[in-house]
């Protein structure tokens, strides 16, 4: 079977590194247009780009915070006055935020994790819906994370934003399906990005992680992406309002397979 996204207008948040970059690369390969959306690095948007135009392709790169509705809104303008309106959201920009147990965490930074992950996904979320229920198609998949399932201490922020997108996702799977939209969630594991090179850099470390994941290996941006690709395309045309976890068998607790 072949995935194809041909024509497909695309937007990918966070979408100059880690999950984001290969996923860019992954739908532009599959035949879609993409908005590259980028807050730092934007000669790393800006390459990608290029990347995609020497393929053949259209890509354009967009600025613009997420966590702040007046950019988002910017964004969709700009998006809308190129390609005329989007087809597929990918809701990837993220932060996991500083390690802290949370009576001694930092409120202004922990709002900060919420505000990017959770409300960064709704604004955005927001104005795809606004074009997708109109024309009555469209895919919005949210990047969560195994935390939207599994504790994580020192992490609140992060695993209550993820369990939050979780259900914003089936809430608005719900909303927008007789609308013929599919909105779904997928939920990486332990993925080799700059996110969490303190983990996969020290051998000590890695070990640790290595004991939470059956298949016994750290998981490649481009397995995420090729399964993004997958959920965006009509061959999962009857698949909404779920999370696809993407995690080597993390959830399937590992410490398990002996004693209990
Ligand atoms: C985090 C990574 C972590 C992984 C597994 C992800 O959501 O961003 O830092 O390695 O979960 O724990």
Redesign the pocket.
């Known amino acids: 079977m072949d995935i194809r996204l041909d024509g497909k207008r695309a937007l990918v948040t966070g979408g100059n590194s880690g999950i984001g970059e290969a996923v860019v690369l992954a739908l532009a390969e599959a035949g879609a247009k993409v908005a590259v959306n980028y807050v730092g690095h934007p000669e790393a948007a800006e390459a990608l780009v290029q990347k995609i135009k020497s393929q053949k392709g259209e890509a354009l790169a967009l600025l613009a915070d997420v966590s702040d509705p007046q950019a988002v809104t910017g964004m969709f303008a700009a998006i809308d006055k190129t390609w005329g309106g989007l087809d597929l959201l990918v809701n990837n920009a993220g932060i996991?935020g500083a390690h802290a147990l949370a009576w001694e965490s930092d409120i202004a930074a922990w709002k900060k994790v919420i505000e990017i992950n959770l409300f960064g996904a709704y604004h955005c979320a927001r104005e795809a819906l606004k074009r997708m229920t109109a024309q009555k198609s469209g895919v919005i998949v949210n990047v969560s994370?195994?935390?939207e399932e599994?504790a994580?201490s020192g992490y609140s922020a992060?695993t209550a934003s993820?369990a939050a997108v979780s259900m914003l996702t089936k809430t608005l799977a719900q909303e927008a399906a007789p609308l013929g939209v599919r909105v779904l969630s997928i939920a990486?594991?332990?993925?080799r990005t700059p996110?969490?090179r303190s983990?996969w850099s020290d051998p000590d470390n890695m070990k640790d992680?290595l004991e939470?994941i059956p298949l016994d290996r750290i998981g490649e941006p481009k397995e995420v992406a090729q399964m993004v690709a997958i959920m965006a395309s009509d061959a999962a045309s009857y698949v909404t309002g779920r999370t696809v976890f993407v995690d080597g068998g993390?959830t399937d607790y590992p410490d398990f397979s002996h004693g209990g």
């Open positions: 996991d994370s195994v935390h599994i994580w992060y993820k990486p594991g332990a993925i996110i969490n983990v992680l939470k993390m």
